[in-house]
């Protein structure tokens, strides 16, 4: 049973940074592309940033793009994110899943990011943004 366990969120001012962390259990975890996701309250899940199973190409939505950094250690079954000059609509749930193969990139210039029909979302951690 594939389970994935979220961490390092917190309450941070705007402008500060955090790390997040998350770390996968019951699949072949350098078989599979990874990516973050955010949720606030009444707003449907978006992506946020993903990158491939060698962790060499990463992909970002434009909000994103410049602050967040992705990265994973495969030894360790665990994908980053690494936020700086956070924002307080960035304030929401931060969730990490597996991705289909080619599921993760820019097309028409857009970026998307689409979970495994498997996916059972962690319980996530709470990123909030406020002085």
């Known amino acids: 049973q594939v389970q994935v366990v979220e961490s390092g969120g917190g309450l941070v001012q705007p402008g500060g940074s955090l790390r997040l962390s998350c770390t996968v259990s019951?699949?072949?975890?350098?078989?599979?592309?990874m990516g973050w996701f955010r949720q606030s309250p009444g707003k449907e899940r978006e992506g946020v940033s993903c990158l491939g199973w060698s962790g060499t190409s990463t992909y970002y939505v434009d909000s994103v793009k410049g602050r967040y950094t992705i990265s994973r250690d495969n030894a360790k079954n665990t994908v980053y994110l690494q936020m700086n000059s956070l924002e307080p609509e960035e304030t929401a749930m931060y969730y990490c899943?597996?991705?289909?193969?080619?599921?993760?990139?820019?097309?028409?210039?857009?970026?998307?990011?689409?979970?495994?029909?498997?996916?059972?979302w962690g319980q996530g951690t709470q990123v909030t943004v406020s002085s």
């Open positions: 019951g699949l072949n975890f350098d078989d599979y592309a």
């Open positions: 899943a597996p991705l289909l193969p080619i599921g993760c990139g820019y097309r028409n210039g857009h970026y998307y990011s689409t979970p495994v029909d498997f996916v059972k």
